[in-house]
């Protein structure tokens, strides 16, 4: 686990705007990620391990989407920001 490491090479970014439906508003704060590895995710203790490392002041609700990919949704604007600084 200590030479994982977070690089900011990525090859693309999608841009996701808002049309003022009230649903939009749902994913306001919400991030998605997957998980690169050929071992099985235990969704439990990564939901534990990832609040704890953020510590997110208005809270944070992960969703498992299957196959790895998760959501993240946050409260508060300052939590999403800490996370993707």
Known sequence: MEDLQIEDNEDEAWSIHEDGDPVSHKYEFCLVGYFL???VINFQAMRNTMANIWHPL???MISNLGEKWFLFKFYHELD???VEN
């Open 37 to 39: 590895t050929a071992s």
């Open 80 to 82: 999403i920001g800490r």
């Open 58 to 60: 208005g809270g944070v």
